[in-house]
């Protein structure tokens, strides 16, 4: 991980003791880097996420700081078309304020029934304070 948007550039593959294995892919939104290269990264990304029978969850971070955005919809939407079951897992979920974190959760409430490939739950989680993390864990291992 990094405080800065966009670390990750490439497909990342993580073996989790021959059971699991994690693919890392660059975000598909804001990032510090040139917009011609997030551009590459998100058509890297549709490249992989199409027809990709294996996959059987796809954790999509979203920072619970802000509110849905249009490339978080489109991501949504893509898997939706691939028949690709996906989580969203609202991240930084320590920072934003009770409000700010309702609102953006009412909001979800209301995406959510649109995406038929959605898992129906979401996660909060924090990195830096470990929450949520022991419930995305259980999640991954039911999968």
């Not at 660059?26 to 996420?49: C, E, S």
């Not at 209301?110 to 739950?121: D, L, V």
């Amino acid at each position: 991980t990094s405080s800065t948007p966009g670390r990750t550039q490439e497909l990342n593959f993580f073996n989790l003791g021959d059971k699991l294995m994690l693919a890392d892919l660059p975000g598909y939104g804001f990032a510090a880097a040139p917009k011609k290269q997030v551009k590459n990264w998100t058509h890297t990304i549709k490249d992989y996420l199409r027809g990709r029978r294996t996959l059987k969850r796809v954790c999509v971070l979203i920072d619970s700081r802000h509110p849905f955005k249009k490339h978080d919809e489109e991501m949504m939407t893509l898997l939706d078309e691939a028949a690709v079951s996906y989580l969203l897992v609202l991240t930084k979920a320590d920072l934003p304020t009770q409000s700010k974190l309702d609102y953006n959760l009412s909001k979800l409430a209301e995406i959510m029934p649109k995406h038929p490939a959605a898992y129906p739950e979401y996660l909060l989680t924090s990195g830096k304070k470990g929450l949520g993390l022991d419930k995305l864990r259980a999640h991954l291992a039911k999968v």
